[in-house]
């Protein structure tokens, strides 16, 4: 008996050695489901804080799996090229142009396409058809739509197929909530309020100009750029040519003439990197504070509170400047690329 039971107590430890050594292809698989599939939508030639969200994406692979990148045109942007052109020159800094995709979203409003959505063609087909596809992918995986212009896209592909509420994650840049305007907000604040009515799950990350709890303080001033950005990032053979001219190889370069062709606002001047903090909230939530809300709507500008309504969505405020600070300089530094779907 005695025997046996050793025996018994050697196989089980064996087993349990066994299971316990995960092949290397198991061990890779565990990472890529440890990521946080993504899409990032985006107006990405507005002003400056969408390419350094991208760029942020892009050189944490070992949190993010980047799905694509869709975007739309916001009123200080120009037209859809002029963004896609924008997104495009961060994903060739970021060596990734034309290994992860690109797509042009909706030029106008929400209220001019909804009616289209049916059509062969309408105007931000080729990004709302490709939010529809990925959200409807049976991974296993969440998607995080992360959405840091307008909701146009948003709207129009909920609008298109309703089901994919139940299949994403929409987190959103915008909105001085409780307080009324904000630029995201205003560009379509009928796209706005019709994902607030929907039932897709939504988190919506606060810009409040001017007070310490929104993205708005999350500031860097030209001399902290120029001091710590130059050269960093990938290195790229063929320069890209810059929305104001110039040819640049890295990121850290670019940003620097980013900085240089921007208004400053604040004591002492600055400009707040709101985007990426929406970004570098999804790798580490501690560097925010999120609260559930019953969801509000916006009429005529101003917030209306609906106490007794049971869909809820999540408000994020009071941000950790420093945290994501020093987490997007430590990774553009030591960076490691998001990985392509089909490389």
């Not at 929409?170 to 706005?192: A, F, H, I, R």
């Not at 994020?316 to 779907?341: C, H, I, S």
Request: net charge negative; hydrophobic share 40%; with cysteine.
């Amino acid at each position: 008996m005695k025997n046996h039971f050793f025996f018994t107590l050697i196989c089980a430890i064996l087993l349990f050695s066994c299971k316990a050594e995960k092949t290397e292809s198991e061990v890779v698989a565990d990472k890529e489901k440890a990521k946080i599939r993504l899409i990032y939508d985006t107006d990405a030639n507005n002003e400056l804080d969408d390419q350094f969200a991208l760029m942020y994406i892009l050189v944490n692979g070992p949190t993010f799996d980047l799905e694509g990148v869709t975007v739309n045109a916001t009123w200080s942007g120009g037209n859809i090229d002029e963004h896609y052109e924008e997104a495009k020159r961060i994903l060739q800094l970021g060596k990734r142009y034309g290994k992860i995709p690109l797509l042009k979203g909706a030029d106008g409003s929400f209220d001019a396409i909804r009616d289209q959505v049916g059509a062969i063609d309408f105007d931000g087909k080729a990004g709302v058809d490709f939010i529809i596809e990925q959200a409807n992918r049976d991974t296993g995986e969440e998607l995080i739509l992360l959405a840091v212009g307008k909701l146009t896209n948003v709207a129009l592909a909920l609008e298109k197929d309703p089901s994919i509420a139940e299949k994403m994650r929409v987190v959103w840049l915008g909105s001085n909530y409780p307080k009324p305007g904000e630029y995201n907000q205003d560009n379509d604040t009928v796209s706005m309020n019709y994902v607030l009515n929907t039932k897709v799950p939504f988190e919506m990350v606060t810009v409040r100009y001017g007070e310490p709890s929104g993205t708005d303080a999350v500031k860097v001033t030209q001399a902290e750029i120029n001091e710590r950005i130059p050269g960093m990032g990938p290195k790229i053979q063929q320069p890209i040519t810059g929305r104001h001219g110039g040819e640049f190889h890295t990121f850290g370069d670019y940003a620097v003439s980013l900085f240089e062709h921007i208004d400053y606002h604040g004591d002492p001047p600055s400009r707040a990197l709101f985007d990426m903090v929406a970004a570098a909230i999804l790798k580490n939530p501690n560097w925010g504070e999120k609260s559930e809300v019953p969801a509000p709507i916006l009429i005529d500008n101003q917030w209306e509170e609906r106490p007794e309504n049971p869909r809820k969505i999540w408000v994020w405020e009071n941000f950790d400047r420093d945290g994501v600070m020093a987490d997007f300089y430590q990774t553009l530094e030591d960076y490691e690329l998001v990985q392509p779907k089909n490389p």
